[in-house]
């Protein structure tokens, strides 16, 4: 007896290819922060203790970290997706943790409050938008059980 419900294909895919979108979004804004000297001339101002190429390396380091913070829940939501569809099967308990984590990460998002970035409004519509496909995965399981 099984303890979930199939993962749909067309679930599968609107999931996977939102999240290569938001990680693609996410390197290339990571990789302008990084190349932008102007930026870095900005950052580089409040640390007078430092010289200009040890700050670069943190600058670099710090930004690269950022963006790894960010692209962690993106990155663990795809290979649970795969895996999902592929061996395991998907049950409210799927929904509800990638909701939450989903939710979280458009609020981190949301925080950054980057309203100059176009990155910012493409990672927020996508967060919207996995969100709503996860949470019609209830409509799927309810309809497999009989509800």
Known sequence: M???????KKHMYIILISLSVMILSMSIETMMRVKDITLFDLWYQGQ???????????YVTGSLSYF????????????????????????KLFVFMWTVLLGGGLAYNLIAFQLGSLFYY??????????VTVLSLIGVINKNKGL
Do not use: C
Not at 2 to 8: A, D, E, I, V, W
Not at 68 to 91: C, D, E, S, W
């Open 48 to 58: 007078s203790d430092l010289s200009r190429e040890a700050g670069y390396n943190i």
């Open 68 to 91: 790894f913070q960010r692209v962690i829940v993106p990155m663990a939501l795809g290979i649970h997706t795969y895996f999902a569809y592929t061996k395991i099967r998907v049950n």
């Open 122 to 131: 493409i990672n927020n519509i996508l967060f919207i938008i996995l969100i």
């Open 2 to 8: 099984h303890s979930g419900t199939k993962l749909p």
